[in-house]
């Protein structure tokens, strides 16, 4: 079954080391990250230690820091870093000519809570 | 603006002092005439009392004394000393001196952190100048 890429924005739409919010209708926001490489990554906005905005957080490396209590999350994956457990909702993301393309399948679907 | 150590600096409006002025480097309180500013305090673990420093009755007044205090504290302070530590090596006579009796030093000094301090930009109103990228602030839609 092929993905159904949604165009969301160009990838200089979103400041680097920093990210845009996208809202969705019902469901939570997502962030979506610009690394130092120019790499796109995008995450539910969601901290999944106390649902911090990620969107509001230092981007370095591959990670995040949540603005609320310094977890450091990998963007790849979702993940919090060891010593700290927990993931958030990750969404795959597509760039292609500068665009940025979410699937959207994953942004209408109902959202499921990773533990 | 470059400093031996962080400074923290408050403004409150009135007596009621919510922003705790009496425990900042650099306090002000507004009062009924004009306006108070304290020095020296210090907030965290060893809390310390900001020390009385002046009764001003503008808030230009304001600027130019406090920015000669720290404009002093940057010239003479030492690495990683915090105003409170400054002003017990040096006294609070001292500072006075410099910064309430000598008015043209203290004109000279509050002239040097302007200087200092010339073509910075303000991040809170002058976004393109200080590199703030301002769509970080409007959401996207799908």
């Excluded at chain 2, 009385?52 to 004394?65: I, N, S």
């Excluded at chain 2, 040097?112 to 100048?129: Q, V, Y």
Aim: with cysteine.
């Amino acid at each position: 079954m092929s993905k159904q890429w949604k165009a969301i924005c160009s990838v200089a739409d979103i400041p680097v080391l920093g990210s845009r919010v996208l809202k969705r209708a019902t469901q939570p926001d997502v962030a979506i990250f610009r690394n130092s490489e120019d790499g796109v990554f995008a995450l539910l906005d969601r901290c999944p230690h106390k649902g911090g905005p990620l969107s509001q957080g230092i981007v370095f490396g591959e990670r995040v820091a949540c603005p609320l209590h310094n977890w450091n999350i990998e963007l790849q994956s979702g993940c919090a870093v060891a010593p700290d457990e927990g993931c958030t909702q990750k969404f795959s993301v597509k760039v292609e000519d500068g665009q940025v393309y979410l699937d959207a399948a994953e942004l209408n679907a109902v959202e499921a809570e990773v533990a | 603006m470059y400093s031996p150590h962080k400074v923290k600096i408050a403004v409150s409006g009135c007596p009621r002092n919510c922003a705790e002025s009496g425990i900042k480097d650099v306090g002000v309180i507004g009062v009924d005439s004009g306006w108070e500013i304290y020095i020296g305090g210090n907030g965290g673990i060893k809390t310390e009392v900001a020390h009385f420093f002046a009764k001003l009755k503008t808030h230009e007044e304001v600027l130019e004394y406090a920015g000669a205090f720290l404009q002093l504290y940057r010239e003479e302070g030492w690495y990683l000393e915090r105003t409170v530590h400054y002003l017990a090596r040096v006294g609070l006579e001292h500072v006075k001196k410099k910064v309430l009796e000598d008015h043209a030093g203290r004109k000279a000094l509050y002239e040097r952190l302007l200087f200092s301090l010339d073509g910075l930009p303000d991040p809170w109103h002058e976004f393109d100048k200080a590199h703030v990228d301002a769509r970080q602030f409007t959401p996207l839609t799908a």
